[in-house]
């Protein structure tokens, strides 16, 4: 009889597992039809919901910028400073933090809503965040720089520092590389992550070791922002929170501590926002990410992204050259003569695996 228990048990045990591979091999197939429907259907059930703007009800078109954006509404800032809550017509694209906007004021406000934004101006620029099953999401747009914002805890990667640097370059928009939480650094250890920023001044970036907490450099970041529209970027838990607590402490943004179990930042941004700074310029603050993914774009945005790269590419014995082991390669020999950081060398080909990679992924998982 136990035999018999035995052998129920195991096929029970067999139909489970087989169940949930099938059930696992499903979901895999169908995720973004799930995901897109279930937008839609959000989407529909939001758009009942919304207060109708009859064209009476509406007064003249009028400038504006996105302060603010929310699932289904916008913050516009009008020429006087003055912000409105606003819907969004069907027809507009994606809209974004530092987009500037055509809207129209409502003769009153509807369920807290003061107008509608009609049309969005072209953009100059724009930085995307790519997502697994959505695609391309736009993060802000119209920019003159981004700040990258690293730290030493949870930890100071360089990889991470180059992933926004190839972002940066395709996107043709000035970087400057900051280390948050200097305080944390002992003399030797400061000289060291200088040591390792010296390989970014050495290309031409531009780099600072700053302190939210004791305010060392927070001046020369303040001169940094105090030009044009600039983005704070970086994984969550570097401190952008706290480096905009002490550029505007009136606006007390949440600061989030660290994961003592994970080592990972907690987010504390869950929405992106445009701040003017007292000195001059304009600061977007968006909601932290831990990773920031690269297969949106393909090798050769790659290679390019890498500035010091360009002297040398071109000059490679054989046209289809991977910049590995390949006979007469002219990226690798710069590399070995020490004319190219062998760190930002070995980077790139991990960013040219993980985009092999993680499009390998997404081929499976959507087939």
């Known amino acids: 009889m136990a035999i018999l228990n035995a052998s129920y048990c195991s096929q029970k045990q067999v139909k489970k597992r087989f169940h949930f591979m099938s059930k696992r091999k499903l979901t895999q197939n169908q995720t973004r039809r799930i995901r897109s429907n279930n937008a839609k259907a959000l989407h529909r059930h939001r758009q009942q919901k919304e207060p109708q703007w009859a064209d009476e009800m509406l007064g003249p078109t009028q400038e504006g910028i996105v302060v603010s954006r929310y699932a289904m509404h916008a913050d516009i800032e009008d020429e006087r400073g003055e912000c409105f ?44 965040r790519p997502d697994y099953y959505d695609g391309l999401k736009p993060i802000a747009a119209n920019l003159d720089r981004i700040i990258i914002v690293s730290a030493v805890l949870p930890e100071l990667s360089l990889n991470i520092i180059d992933r926004y640097l190839v972002v940066c370059e395709n996107a043709g928009i000035d970087p400057l590389i900051v280390v948050n939480k200097g305080d944390l650094l002992s003399s030797e ?100 990410i831990r990773e920031f993914g690269l297969w949106h774009l393909d090798a050769a945005q790659i290679t390019q992204g890498y500035r010091e790269f360009q002297y040398v590419l071109g000059s490679c014995k054989f046209r289809d050259c991977k910049h590995l082991d390949d006979p007469g390669c002219a990226l690798r020999e710069a590399m070995l003569a020490g004319k190219i950081s062998a760190l930002r060398y070995d980077n790139y080909h991990r960013l040219i695996a993980g985009l092999n990679e993680t499009r390998s992924q997404r081929h499976f998982s959507t087939n």
């Open 85 to 128: 809550r606003c819907n969004l017509r069907r027809t507009l694209s994606s809209l974004v933090v530092g987009d500037r906007v055509i809207w129209r004021k409502g003769n009153e406000q509807l369920q807290g809503v003061s107008g509608v934004v009609e049309a969005i101006h072209p953009r100059r620029n724009e930085i995307s």
């Open 189 to 288: 250890q400061e000289q060291e992550v200088e040591n390792l920023l010296q390989i970014y001044r050495d290309i031409g970036y531009q780099t600072l070791i700053i302190s939210a907490e004791t305010g060392k450099n927070m001046d020369k970041l303040i001169g940094f922002l105090s030009e044009g529209t600039a983005i704070f970027v970086g994984q969550s838990g570097v401190g952008k929170s706290s480096l905009i607590n002490h550029i505007l402490p009136e606006e007390a943004a949440q600061v989030g501590e660290v994961s003592e179990i994970s080592g990972l930042g907690q987010h504390t941004t869950t929405a992106s926002r445009l701040y003017h700074l007292p000195n001059g310029g304009h600061l977007i603050d968006s909601p932290g």
